[in-house]
């Protein structure tokens, strides 16, 4: 009974136009007065200890790197470079937008930034060279979704902040899955790019490489001192952020001199912004996780799926079709809030790995991020190319089911995230 208040109170809040932190602030207190436990007390320090976490510190700091990313002129070097060595190639631009995008993953951690820095840049190109413009925008959006799996990556913070998960660990476990998902966008590509007549970008000389590979050397190095800072225990993930917001501030501003102090309160205030939003969604999940403990949601839930504790593969695969329909209705982050507190007593119980959990958890989560109809990063893509959300999709459902292939393909092989893992943690 107190699943279906939960589910219905929120549903039906989200149906009449309510933010979903509202939503979720008003599903805790009908969950509350079904349990006969109103306190206005409890919501408060619910949320204060949601918010006063010390992980979540990064979520700000990589924010505001992506901003100073695309402002100082680092995503555009990114993308330039890779423009020089697969331009060429039949499809090419389609390639450069997976390469691209992998590597913009690796800086920002955010799918809706690095996903508008490719449209708009690329989508243009694309349109202009005869490609068809509802797939390469299906194309872009697909590989703006790695954001969230390869580190820096801002979902893994918050899932593990909330499962109570390393953070780290989490990182370096995504690194392989995002690979495979690029490599899943680049076969794709490949098969629909055979048979069709696309105008081909001249080949760039090995000096023009060589030069674009120097002009964004600063923004190519800043994975590698990220990642390595964290394998090696240079810093936390936390401090990663400042690193990473400091190192685009410096490179933006001392090596490119592309960002003006000027255009710097926007790129403040932008992050400012979206950092205010998560962590009000985070702080108002808090109650509804604490709600959810208190109501023994998760003991309902294990006493469901029982018969398939025994089967880790089996009881993965069912929980990954919930996800991925979840992820059709429910926005990123929220999603995230709500299911994790509901899950994880459930992977405990079955002998899963929490930190592989996560990993897959977090991509079948990204995936709803071009489902329609909530999609923020497809609703980006249209927004940006002026497309119709309809036939985007149509353009985009290749990707979608790559995407779904590679999640099924760790379902099925799990030492695929956990030997990494193991081998480079």
Not at 111 to 124: C, G, H, I, N, Q
Not at 261 to 271: D, T
Not at 352 to 374: A, C, H, K, Q
């Amino acid at each position: 009974m107190t699943l279906l208040i939960f589910l219905a109170v929120l549903l039906a809040s989200m149906a009449i136009g309510m933010p979903i932190s509202f939503a979720l602030l008003i599903s805790a207190m009908a969950l509350m007065l079904q349990m006969d436990l109103f306190d206005a007390q409890i919501i408060a320090q619910n949320m204060m200890n949601g918010a006063d976490n010390f992980s979540l510190m990064a979520i700000p700091f990589f924010l505001l790197a992506g901003e100073l990313m695309n402002a100082g002129g680092l995503s555009r070097r990114i993308i330039h470079c890779a423009l020089t060595f697969f331009g060429h190639l039949r499809g090419g631009l389609g390639y450069v937008g997976i390469a691209a995008a992998a590597i913009l993953a690796s800086l920002s951690g955010s799918a809706v930034a690095d996903t508008a820095a490719l449209a708009v840049l690329l989508l243009p190109m694309m349109r202009k060279a005869g490609y068809d413009e509802n797939r390469s925008a299906g194309l872009l959006a697909a590989g703006g979704i790695i954001a969230p799996v390869i580190p820096p990556s801002i979902a893994f913070i918050v899932f593990g902040v909330t499962a109570g998960v390393s953070i780290t660990q989490l990182f370096i476990a995504g690194i392989v899955p995002g690979m495979l998902m690029a490599l899943g966008l680049v076969v794709t590509w490949t098969v629909l790019c055979r048979k069709t007549d696309i105008e081909v970008i001249p080949r760039a000389s090995w000096g023009e490489r060589l030069s674009a590979a120097r002009d964004g050397a600063w923004a190519l190095v800043m994975p590698v001192i990220i990642i390595g800072g964290l394998r090696f225990g240079v810093f936390t993930p936390t401090e990663a952020g400042v690193v990473a917001a400091v190192y685009a501030f410096v490179v933006g501003t001392a090596v490119y001199r592309e960002l003006s102090f000027k255009s710097l309160y926007q790129v403040l205030l932008s992050a400012g912004k979206m950092t205010a939003v998560v962590m009000f969604l985070v702080s108002a999940a808090m109650v509804s996780a604490w709600l959810i403990t208190v109501a023994n949601l998760p003991g309902q839930l294990s006493d469901m799926l029982r018969p398939l504790l025994g089967q880790p593969m089996l009881l993965m695969l069912v929980l990954m079709v919930v996800i991925l329909v979840v992820g059709t209705t429910l926005d990123f982050i929220p999603s995230v809030l709500i299911l994790t507190p509901v899950l994880m007593p459930l992977i405990k119980q079955a002998g899963i790995d929490p930190v592989y959990f996560g990993v897959l958890f977090i991509m079948g989560n990204s995936i709803g991020l071009i489902t329609p109809p909530v999609g923020v990063v497809l609703n980006a893509v249209c927004s940006v190319g002026g497309l119709r959300m309809e036939r985007v999709v149509v353009g985009m459902l290749p990707f979608i089911l790559a995407d779904v292939a590679v999640l099924l393909l760790l379902v099925a092989f799990p030492a695929i995230v956990l030997v990494p893992l193991h081998w480079f943690y």
